[in-house]
């Protein structure tokens, strides 16, 4: 049984930071490109950031050069380096293949994790 459990979220500030982490088990993690998305009430899913299974990294134009993502293969764990947060940042934030979200497909969705930005 495939399980992605995400963390690291919370309140912060604008122009704070975060770092959020996603932790899979029950897949082979170094096989797939693996991506963050966030999502608001009302509003579908969105991509943030993706990174392939080579370390290839690709950001929603929104968060390009605020945000990092990364992987440990070893850990199984891909992270968020949250920086520069903005109001609109606030969301859930999700982990999933990239597969999963391209497909539109219900599998291996979380929790996520509640990111708010307010002063």
């Known amino acids: 049984q495939v399980q992605l459990v995400e963390s690291g979220g919370g309140l912060v500030q604008p122009g704070g930071s975060l770092r959020l982490s996603c932790v899979g088990s029950?897949?082979?993690?170094?096989?797939?490109?693996m991506g963050w998305y966030r999502q608001t009430p009302g509003k579908q899913r969105e991509l943030v950031a993706v990174?392939?299974?080579?370390?290839?990294?690709h950001y929603a134009i929104f968060v390009k050069g605020r945000f990092t993502i990364s992987r440990d293969n070893a850990k199984n764990t891909v992270y968020l380096q949250m920086n520069s947060l903005k109001p609109e940042d606030t969301a859930v934030y999700y982990c999933?293949?990239?597969?999963?979200?391209?497909?539109?497909?219900?599998?291996?969705w979380g929790q996520g994790t509640q990111v708010t930005v307010s002063s």
């Open positions: 999933n293949t990239d597969l999963n979200f391209r497909s539109g497909s219900e599998a291996y």
């Open positions: 029950g897949i082979i993690f170094s096989a797939y490109s």
């Open positions: 990174i392939s299974s080579g370390g290839s990294t």
